[in-house]
């Protein structure tokens, strides 16, 4: 049992990181949003299933025009980040914006907003794609579907390629990201939106303008990870956004609920987690618990590191705002 269990510790580490880097590109999105409006905006979890849909789409036509790889996935990645980025300024502006100009303080409202909000595009998604396609199911074309068409990273490296591609973008866009909160003018509004909204309206900012961008950025960053992620995993349903969603938001949480660094280093916990039970459990349990209970396993432990910290691994305790 040792050997078996040695032998597939560097894939399981390597198929690990994989799976935490989605959660952790997903997490971010919801860490921009919660950190300015402290807002739980469950339909992000549909802005990156938009993004995904819209690489599948770029790949299925785009694929056998383009010979370039490289390009082909470049086009992706920016029509995915920025149809999602759109879906997500009109989320803010018709759904979120007039609950504000109400002064809403409940904060049951917006959080039944963004759960409707979430069926909406679910269904919206679902209903262009059957008039569309006429199909549920969007699946990404691989190597083996171009048939030589266009030849992808080099044939058989794509397989591996891909993978590096998912790590590589992930660590650009926590870096992306942080330079851009703490080193740019957008950012200092940001951070000043933050911390007190109104008294940010007083010195000049306009608390809707950047709120507006804030959701920009974090449904770029949503749509480009669904294209990373139709990339990984190649099937696509409107329902896809569900589960990596909640995951991402159990990783934001984790990692520190409004903190960018807290966010990826939470998506990476729970990504080893989740797939060393997903491995191990059948053979430490001699197959008397499956594959099925990785996700029991893995957020017990998460539940009790919470316990321990409730603020999250690198989250700070603050005092609530009067």
Do not use: C
Not at 282 to 287: C, E, F, K, S, V
Request: charged fraction near 10%; aromatic fraction near 10%; glycine fraction near 12%.
């Amino acid at each position: 049992m040792l050997e078996q269990i040695l032998a597939l510790l560097p894939q399981v580490i390597f198929d690990g990181l994989i799976l935490g880097f989605v959660y952790a590109m997903v997490a971010l999105g919801y860490t921009m949003v919660y950190g300015v409006l402290e807002l739980i905006n469950f339909a992000h979890s549909e802005i990156f299933m938009i993004g995904a849909v819209v690489g599948v789409e770029v790949f299925r036509y785009l694929a056998p025009q383009v010979e370039s790889g490289f390009l082909l996935l470049l086009l992706a990645l920016t029509l995915g980040g920025v149809v999602a980025g759109i879906t997500a300024i009109l989320v803010e502006r018709f759904a979120y914006r007039p609950l504000r100009a109400r002064g809403t303080t409940n904060r049951l409202v917006p959080l039944i907003t963004a759960i409707g909000v979430s069926f909406i595009l679910q269904d919206l998604v679902r209903l262009i794609e059957g008039l569309w396609h006429n199909e549920f199911f969007l699946r990404m074309r691989t190597v083996e579907d171009l048939e030589g068409s266009v030849s992808l990273f080099g044939g058989a490296i794509f397989a591996q390629t891909k993978s590096f591609i998912l790590m590589g973008v992930s660590i650009l866009m926590l870096v992306g990201l942080t330079y851009l909160v703490n080193r740019t003018k957008l950012g200092v509004a940001i951070r000043a939106v933050a911390q007190d909204l109104h008294t940010a309206s007083l010195m000049g900012i306009d608390p809707d303008r950047i709120i507006s961008r804030t959701f920009l950025i974090g449904g770029s960053l949503g749509g480009v990870a669904g294209v990373l992620f139709a990339l990984q995993y190649t099937t696509i349903t409107p329902y896809v956004g569900f589960l990596p969603g909640i995951k991402a938001f159990t990783a934001a949480v984790l990692g520190g609920i409004g903190n960018i660094p807290g966010a990826m280093l939470g998506g990476l916990v729970l990504g080893q987690l989740e797939n060393f039970f997903g491995t191990y459990l059948p053979i430490l349990t001699n197959g008397n618990f499956g594959t099925e209970y990785k996700d029991v396993v893995a957020f017990l432990i998460l539940i009790f590191i919470l316990l321990v910290r409730p603020q999250g691994l690198l989250g700070q305790v603050v005092k609530e705002k009067v």
